[in-house]
Nanobody
């Protein structure tokens, strides 16, 4: 049984930082591309970024330069470090796993195989 469990969300002031973790189990982690998405109230789920097994990353323009994705294949964990947070970053953040060897950026959440339950990040102004 595959499980993705996010942690680390919370309330932070604008300009602050938050680090999220996503612990994966039940899958061969290194064969999965790991994505981060977010969904604000009343809005569609939005692609944040992705990391391939070898550590290559790609971030959406809205977070580029502020958010960093990393992973530890030995621990089956993917991280999302969020710096210089803005109120518009407020959302539920989800990690997702897609089994692929493609080098193409997968920004379509519907094409990921597994999802976590999400963790709330609230940025106050």
């Amino acid at each position: 049984q595959v499980q993705l469990v996010e942690s680390g969300g919370g309330l932070v002031q604008a300009g602050g930082s938050v680090s999220l973790s996503c612990a994966a189990s039940g899958l061969l982690f290194r064969t999965y591309v790991m994505g981060w998405f977010r969904q604000a109230p009343g809005k569609e789920r939005e692609f944040v970024g992705v990391i391939w097994s070898g550590g290559r990353t790609y971030a959406a323009d809205s977070v580029k330069g502020r958010f960093t994705i990393s992973r530890d294949n030995a621990k089956n964990i993917v991280y999302l470090q969020m710096n210089n947070l803005k109120p518009e970053d407020t959302a539920v953040y989800y990690c997702a796993a897609k089994r692929t060897f493609s080098t193409a950026v997968e920004s379509n959440w519907g094409r990921y195989n597994y999802w976590g339950q999400g963790t709330q990040v609230t940025v106050s102004s």
